[in-house]
């Protein structure tokens, strides 16, 4: 990639033997917003703080517009960071914990007032530059730790899990103001959490981290729709998996068959005749029906008995029980195929090919 | 289960009489050497007579006692601010440095504390007899900086625990190279841990008898050793007025601890977690 502000070449790093991170390859273009998204241990922070210069990688590259970062210490990359529980230094007001980098690069002390005065007041805090941290909100100490990695203008900025520790509502808040900025100032940022929904709504592009190695990178509909991996598949939304050996291979799709069910999926990788899969289909692709009713055409169409029907206000969820398998449905309310149903119903659940996706098994045989 | 309110009100005159007898048990020994110091009479005896400043005006008379206390602030004030500097770098290293035998290291510097005094004083006498040292300002100093290094390390390694090693990385990020990041991010945060670590340093050493009783010398003896040889000989309340300066020179130092540690808590420096 050429225009990528910074690049990470098969990065790893071991902890006396034990592998953290193993073999990160990744480019991040300018202006995007990358995520890094995973279960805690799965290497996301440890990469981030190699870029950042806090944790030395065992191999690998990592460049920042085309010039290798390793051999610069932290205090010379360059490189904003947020950290997780914003890090403010408590014996600073919020005006002096802004303009520290600024006085680290001996910038004159009048274009350090300016400068620390214009980011304030770009994160909402114009007024509240001579509070110390510990008279901030939490929401308000967020935005003064992400003012301060900003001040500088670094042409990257790292966050790592920096909206954690604030409640729902006001991480919701934060998200789209963070987004905003984003947009307003076309900042390249890479962004790791834990939270798949904020991953979905805030990137440009998320890179799922397992076990220290990046299961699929892709853009949020893209991995959402078109999951490679099983963990991808689980770890993003809910989805319903079923396992199967592949039947037939054709033009994109094939055909699985498995627990007595057959089913036609879109082919999610290279996968061959004979191999075992899951089968995965979102909760929400899925839709019921009464089955003596003549629906539209699916391709896959499964009888069961509704075992659990849970009301949600803007959607039911069911539980429908199928054979050996159990389907988890979320149907829309007031949508055109929005039917009622209760426990002990006798219902079709039916899903178009191109709604599903097989995926190969092979960490059922690794792991679990 | 709440107890009721009977009970309750039973435990807690229990609690204030049990405390209030300790602090009685505690503070009476020293109110009444204090009281003491100020007889008219010519030997220990408590109640005194009269009061009188008498005992004061002998103790600043007299050139032993006058030479003894100024060994002590002589040896005082170095010996804390050294015991300062060394005991906060190694607290530095230890909480901060990536070094082996980190265990081991903490364990030889605190020793000091665990291993009996006399111990300690009869190894420094050993060793200064042949350095020569026996008797002198620096034998004091050093002597008494390893006494006093691991009170230090303990209340700088306290105060660093509070600082989140992230503002050290934050500053990092920021564009502070490591010594910069040291005075501008970690010296303000330990601080206060330090001067209290300097405050404990003089009062022990101030208070120190058993290593200063094997390293003084008839010329150079500080007023704990004065006040010893003092006690042997013929006893008279000069010993209770030095005793009170004593005290008073605690006392001082743990209100300005004290102080300190309240200005810490209102002002940033300590207490964020």
């Known amino acids: 990639m050429i225009d990528a502000i910074l690049e990470l070449r098969s990065v790893r790093k071991t902890y006396s033997g034990v592998t953290a991170v193993d073999g990160i390859s990744v480019a991040l273009s300018s202006g995007e917003f990358l995520s890094f998204l995973g279960p805690s241990g799965s290497g996301k922070t440890t990469t981030l703080a ?142 790791v959490t834990h939270d798949q929904e904020e991953a979905l709504m805030m990137s440009d592009r998320i890179a799922v981290f397992n076990n220290g190695r990046i299961e699929q990178i892709g853009t949020p509909p893209d991995l959402y729709e078109h999951p490679q991996t099983r963990f991808v598949a689980d770890f993003i939304g809910e989805t319903n998996l079923f396992p199967g050996t592949v039947a037939e291979v054709a033009e994109g799709y094939c055909k699985v068959n498995g627990g007595g069910l057959e089913l036609r999926a879109r082919n999610g990788g290279s996968i061959k005749s004979g191999q075992k899969v899951f089968v995965a289909v979102r909760p929400e692709r899925a839709m019921l029906c009464d089955p003596g009713k003549t629906a539209e055409p699916c391709e896959n169409r499964v009888i069961g008995e509704v075992s659990e029907a849970v009301y949600l206000g803007r959607s039911r969820k069911y539980v429908v029980r199928a054979g050996g398998a159990e389907v988890t449905v979320v149907q829309q309310i007031g949508s055109r195929l929005d039917t009622a149903f209760s426990i002990g119903d006798a219902v079709a659940v039916r899903w178009k090919a191109e709604d599903s996706t097989a995926i190969s098994d092979f960490e059922l045989s690794g792991i679990t | 289960m709440r107890p009721s309110s009977r009970t309750e009100t039973w435990w807690r005159g229990l609690r204030i009489t049990i405390t209030v007898l300790l602090v009685i048990f505690l503070v009476a020994p020293m109110l009444i050497v204090v009281v003491i110091s100020f007889s008219s009479a010519q030997f220990l005896m408590f109640p005194p007579p009269s009061l009188s400043m008498q005992w004061y005006h002998k103790l600043f008379g007299d050139p032993a006692w006058i030479d003894s206390l100024i ?203």
Do not use: C
């Open chain 2, 71 to 273: 060994a002590s602030i002589e040896i005082v004030v170095p010996t804390g601010i050294v015991a300062m500097v060394l005991g906060t770098a190694a607290a530095l290293g230890l909480a901060r440095g990536d070094i082996p035998g980190k265990r081991i290291i903490t364990g030889v510097l605190m020793a000091p504390i665990v291993v009996p005094v006399i111990i300690i004083a009869a190894a420094i006498f050993g060793a200064f007899r042949t350095w020569n040292l026996n008797g002198t300002l620096p034998g004091f100093i050093l002597a008494h900086t390893v006494l006093t290094v691991p009170y230090v390390v303990s209340t700088v390694l306290a105060s660093l625990q509070m600082v989140d090693e992230r503002y050290e990385h934050a500053a990092l990020t920021l564009g502070a190279p490591p010594w910069t990041v040291f005075h501008r991010i970690v010296l303000p945060l330990i601080l206060p841990g330090m001067l209290s670590g300097l405050l404990f340093a003089m009062v022990i050493s101030f208070d120190e008898l058993v290593v200063s009783l094997f390293i003084s010398s008839p010329t150079f003896r500080p007023v704990t050793v004065q006040m010893w040889s003092d006690v042997l000989g013929d006893v008279d309340p000069t010993i209770a007025a030095v005793g009170t300066l004593l005290f008073l020179f605690s006392l001082l130092v743990l209100l300005l601890e004290a102080v300190m540690r309240r200005a810490g808590i209102t002002s940033p420096l300590v207490g964020q977690s």
């Open chain 1, 50 to 191: 190699m870029i950042a210069g806090l944790v030395e990688p065992t191999g690998g590259d990592i460049l920042l517009k085309g010039q290798p970062l390793n051999p610069l210490p932290p205090y010379q990359r360059n490189i904003g960071f947020v950290f997780q529980n914003y890090a403010l230094f408590p014996h600073m007001t919020a005006a002096k914990n802004v303009a520290f980098p600024l006085e680290m690069r001996r910038i004159p002390r009048a274009e350090i007032e300016q400068r620390v005065a214009r980011v304030l007041s770009l994160v909402g805090l114009a007024t509240y530059g001579s509070r110390l941290p510990s008279q901030l909100s939490g929401g308000q100490q967020q935005r003064v730790a992400l003012a301060r990695a900003m001040v500088f203008e670094p042409p990257l900025l790292l966050m790592d899990e920096p909206l954690g520790a604030l409640d729902k509502k006001l991480r919701e808040q934060m998200q789209l103001e963070i987004k905003q900025l984003h947009r307003k100032l076309a900042m390249s940022i890479i962004y």
